[in-house]
């Protein structure tokens, strides 16, 4: 049974057999595929060498050597640069592409979602992501994907999307820290993702002590925390002392921090 991660206590490797492969969670769940949600702090392909070792993590867990991920880069508004550097990056990994939904050339949204097994959501502006999916239905469609054994992968506003609410500068046009309430909820609570950012942390633990956000994660650039079920299983790490950490509200309104045990991954 998955359970939340330990204190931080030291570091320890993932290896290749360390990976949930698809035929062991099918065990572990008793059922023929369970939700699997990978939410990185704020580093992927476009960070070098540590960035693409958790893209590489979430690739190992299809079990497959070339699985086919699709990269979401609506968040970015399409970006040519964000697309492009995922071929880049992805491409001698994967069978990869992409589903524009600002610029051509289009494609159909549930015939090219439903057969990934990672979906690959780019950061960016959160609300105008979730928005535009609401407009489109997508995220209908990525509900249906996950539920039938799709990965949903992302860092930044590609992480916090999946929560029921979080931090984010993308409710204004000042680029203040406000709470966003209106994610897609499939993982339950709160989520700030760059919580190495002082300024972000901060924010975050106020917000939390405040009740104006439930209690939730926050992840550190190069870290990711990989959820099952909707329950917090493992976190990796491919840098230093990045991790997560869980963020609560006490009884005494003072906040607790919790740092989470992160597996080393390269």
Not at 104 to 118: C, H, K, M, S
Not at 147 to 170: E, P
Not at 220 to 238: K, M, N, P, R, W
């Amino acid at each position: 049974m998955c359970r939340d991660g330990a204190p931080l206590t030291g570091r320890t490797s993932a290896t290749p057999a360390d990976t949930r492969t698809r035929q062991t969670v099918r065990v572990a769940y008793g059922r023929e595929m369970a939700r699997e949600i990978v939410v990185s702090g704020g580093a992927g392909f476009w960070c070098g060498r540590e960035g693409l070792a958790l893209d590489r993590y979430v690739l190992a867990l299809t079990g497959k050597p070339r699985p086919r991920v699709c990269y979401l880069a609506t968040a970015a508004g399409d970006s040519a640069e964000f697309i492009q550097g995922f071929y880049d990056h992805i491409g001698p990994l994967a069978e990869a592409t992409h589903l524009p939904l600002f610029l051509p050339p289009f494609r159909d949204p549930a015939e090219t979602l439903l057969a990934q097994d990672v979906i690959y959501v780019s950061g960016g502006s959160t609300s105008n992501m979730l928005a535009v999916w609401r407009l489109h239905g997508i995220d209908q469609l990525l509900l249906r994907a996950v539920d039938a054994g799709t990965i949903l992968y992302g860092s930044s506003a590609g992480g916090l999307c999946w929560f029921d609410a979080g931090i984010s500068d993308s409710l204004g046009f000042d680029g203040a820290l406000r709470p966003l309430t209106n994610g897609l909820g499939l993982l339950a609570g709160s989520h700030s993702p760059h919580f190495d950012d002082g300024e972000r942390r901060s924010r975050f633990e106020a917000l939390i002590r405040d009740e104006l956000l439930p209690a939730g994660v926050g992840i550190d650039e190069f870290a990711a925390a990989h959820y099952i079920d909707g329950q917090l299983c493992s976190t990796v790490s491919s840098v230093g002392t990045a991790t997560a950490h869980i963020v609560r509200r006490q009884a005494d309104g003072a906040v607790s921090t919790q740092p989470l045990t992160a597996l080393s991954v390269s």
